[in-house]
């Protein structure tokens, strides 16, 4: 954990230099790191299996559902393996029940994946790694059907930005190409930073290639794999604090604008059932050391969106997260009022816009287990009674195996029925018109109005920096 979170934490002063420019680069490069990358995991419960080796073709309703499930890491890390969904899987035979298939798929990540702007549009494929899960659920539907499962009953399931991802799918093309290669949908914390500059993506295409020491995207693509990869290390690891430089862009084709823009012109798949849910403290993990300061929130707005006007900086600033730290707004210090206002632009609002934009027939939850931070929500999903924690760090670690079982019922029960309901729990209910969300606590799950259904999030969806015309 960074020292900067674990002082938060302890209330301990934090004696490290606010300029982050000033930490040291760590370049620390995966070994597995390869471009040839494009492979999936299909793991299948035994009997289903067994079912589909059989010489007679299996009969419709007994295919299996399907999860297909799309890592999180920022856009830059991450991979299949990442996670293991026996606990799931074992999860979803309860009663009797054959359980799901688990479909896990590789994307590319960092510059392989994402590198955009004008010479890419012109030369190359922006945005790749949304076509490489496009790709994989192609795959999927085509050949599930050897494996037992059922392609018209596949369930997308990510988290952070394989949630980003999956939003981003949904609004492929504005909508248009058909219906999407899945029917049903599980966004975990959705997240992206909002990229629809051209000139920036350019810029950063550019520093790529001046770490590669090469000066056209022709040259790049001859030099070796090793080069490519550890230029791709460097510029990432020297991203400014909390983000990771690469994700996904407006490109004017697959992506053809924001987010939050389509869903709000109704420009998307309406067809598919949506389970939505993010954590109470999204952004804490991201918030940068500045924010100890009053200026934190104006220098947070300078270094994420520089393009912003003067106008919309006194309006965030002093309107929407005004200085006043009483808790009317929803903080009590200068670093909670940043991670507020970065939980809204990057994690929350992405929520409320996909339930409003769904006329709130959405299934959502809040993860409210103290302290709540983005992807903790995770190990719960895919707990493994008995077995290793997700990660080594005890505070992202399964605290209450009930609550655990619960959200795998939730999960497993939508994916099989399209209703999140639990034997040791109320079920899930639709947002409806007032907004109503589950908030999944320590001790009790209790229904709440959605945190995201604020003036906040409408207003991210309408900025006119995120809805020009052309976007």
Known sequence: MPQFLTSYFTNATFSASLDVSSYPVPLIQDPRISEDCLFLDVVVPQKVFDRAQGETPVPKESLAPVIVYFYGGGYVLGDKGGVDPSGLIQ?????????????????????????AGHTVSRKGTPNAALHDQRLG????????????????RVTVMGVSAGSGSILHQLTAYKGLQGPSLFQQAILQSP????????????????????????????????????KLIAA????????????????????????????????????FDHSVRILNGHT?????????????????????????????????????????????LDGKYGYLGWVERVSSALSDICFQCNSYHLNHAYSNSTYTYVFSIPPAMHWMDHPYSFYIKGGKPLVENPLFQVTNETVAFILQDYVT????????????????????PESRVVSIGSNNITRMRDPACNARCVYWQTAFAYSRDDL
């Open 191 to 226: 997240s992206w930073e909002p990229n629809y500059d051209t000139d920036k993506q350019e810029r950063t295409f550019r520093q790529y290639l001046k770490l590669l020491n090469v000066s056209t995207i022709e040259e790049a693509r001859q030099l070796p794999s090793e």
């Open 413 to 432: 029960s939508f994916v099989q029925t399209g209703k999140p309901t639990s034997s040791l729990a109320p079920a899930l209910e639709i947002c409806g």
């Open 280 to 324: 109470l403290n999204e952004a804490l993990m991201y918030t940068p050391p500045s924010s100890f300061q009053e200026r934190g929130l104006l220098a947070l707005m300078d270094e994420h969106f520089f393009d912003l006007s003067e106008d919309m900086k006194e309006t965030i600033v002093n309107v929407l997260y005004p200085p006043i």
């Open 91 to 115: 999860r979803s035979q309860q009663q009797g029940k054959d359980g799901v298939i688990y479909v896990a798929l590789n994307y590319r990540l960092g510059a392989f994946g994402w590198l």
């Open 232 to 267: 791709n290390t460097h510029q990432v690891s020297s991203s400014p604090y909390g983000t990771f430089t690469y994700g996904p862009v407006v490109d004017g084709v697959f992506v053809a604008g924001l987010p939050g823009k389509l869903l709000l012109r109704g420009e």
């Open 137 to 152: 659920l192609t795959w999927v539907a085509q050949n599930i059907h050897l494996f037992g499962g059922d392609a018209d």
